[in-house]
DNA sequence: AATGAATGAGGGTTCATTCAT
DNA sequence: AATGAATGAACCCTCATTCAT
């Protein structure tokens, strides 16, 4: 990747996560990235080429936080590394999750399938904790850290941690 | 407010909710409306106008829902009703609630402050409880709502009653 | 004449002289005026009729100010008038005047043939005076006080009347 | 500059000095110059844009009438090359000088101060050849001069000629 | 790899005008 | 006489994309 491909990624991601999808222009995207307006079709042949290459390139992000919930055999450890997963979030990579949620609700990609191994890996802790529901239990914790992260990433300043610790508290942890 | 202007309105609530605010053009509204593009115009003067007015117009939908639980008095109850608040949404005002949800990330046109409300009576409501942070409880169990909205839109299928379930029995209701 | 048909005649005559005739949309007028746009269609069949009717109800104007240099006898005094005629121009007539000029440029609407009785008035009256070109001299004078209209509507503060004394003196009057 | 933004250039002259401003449309001047209409964009930003590009692109030729007058010292030659100065004009930039008065009247974007070294120079000449009010006599005589550039460019078939030797034998050349 | 000229479709919006009331 | 809803064409302009260099 050239430094120019690195320039046209970084300044796509920041805008699409500020302003939208469709409200950034490949021509406001060049202008940001210091580089021609063709380069970036020559690089990703689309705008929608475009977000992939992000989101493939930030996919990386994505397993790092999740890898250690998932390999993770103590249940009761796989639901505090759960609820305290945001707080792992570098606040550099804000951008990222920003547009996660974005391209959810704008363009209907959703990054939910890349949440299947949490939330197996949950319903599985729920299970061996005895807990009558675990599916369910699962689907809920998540609905939390979506609802979590969102708030986090919009809200001008929650404090996050205080809601966690009540959370913790829920699940006896 | 005329017959056509209604047709706008509801044709343009279903399109920005399904494809989006940007991605819905002012012709396909007319299109879909039955009507000349310029009438959207002449009643909204803007797109934005537009998509204000189908807020506006929708506001009942948003209070008749909060409005039960704000002037419940039993702590308990604004809790349940909380919790309960998604089943009672009508199936047909889906589109709205999910504009809502659309707009929030595409626009950052955020309902939130409408919820205020809400929250008072939770953190209230927490307080006589005897729950020792109420205004994160509150904010905690906001998420939750959120949270269940959301997936209710936007996921297939979504065991929404399993979860409700359960989350009443976490507040022991 | 109704009274509102009066006032879109001169919420008309204001705008076109102002901001000239495209730049004027019918709406403006309406709105300006205090009346339903179809009103203006009712009354002047078109846009073009509105001002064709502004022209026409002006034209009195314009002949109550050449009437007099055309009836004159005596060929010093039909210079004389002819010279100094702008300076009969009431103030209030303005806009009808520049509304003269920016028809003529904008929509090469000449109002020139109005002056055609003029013209022949000051050849006749170069005639008699002696001079040898009479036609030219004529039409070298209409430029002038064309020019001395046009600088007194344009212009912030012209001294229209040194300008004339000068012009007075070169025709030895 | 392209060949294609010549193209343009003078596709738009053309059209904004025969039909107006306001009454050419930017598809009009794309259809007329062979272009894409995008392309008046690219290059001139806007409608305002365009029209600038061509009044920037013109002032050589104004300025190449007016120097030789400016430059000029002996007072007599002053006046004389003013009152000629018409004659020097290219039929081939006739658009152009159309293009001026329609602006000054139809935008209100005057040229005149391209004027004022002219009128300052005609001032200072007719204080050396001894007239009283040299600068009223300067701001006549460019009337008149305007007057006769506006009658050549709208007039059919004006007999300048005649008209300039007048005025010539007027100021005694 | 990189540019920038060029395109054509479509964007939101305004326009003059008509029509039912 | 008067309104205001309604229209459709045209407006200026932006868009994602292609192409020659």
Redesign the pocket.
């Known amino acids: 990747m ?4 690195e320039k046209i990624l970084q300044a796509a991601l920041q805008l699409f996560a500020c302003e939208g999808y ?1 409200a ?5 995207v060049a202008k940001a990235a210091g ?9 990703y ?4 080429g475009l977000v992939m290459a992000i989101l493939e390139e930030g996919e990386s992000r994505l397993k790092s936080l999740f890898v250690d919930i998932v390999m993770e055999t103590d249940p009761k450890e796989v639901l505090r590394k759960t609820i305290t997963m945001t707080t792992k979030i570098d606040p550099s990579d804000y951008d990222f999750w920003k547009l996660q949620f974005k391209l959810k609700w704008e363009l209907e990609i959703s990054g939910d399938k890349k949440m299947e191994p949490v939330k197996m890996a949950l319903a599985n802790a729920f299970h061996k904790l005895g807990y009558q529901l675990p599916g369910s239990e699962a689907k809920l914790l998540i609905l939390f850290i979506e609802g979590i992260g969102s708030s986090l990433l919009t809200g001008p300043e929650t404090n996050q941690d205080e809601i966690i610790q009540l959370l913790l508290k829920k699940y006896d942890l």
């Open positions: 050239t430094e120019k491909q469709h950034t222009s490949t021509s406001k580089v021609s307006e063709g380069l970036i079709f020559r690089h042949k689309n705008k929608e």
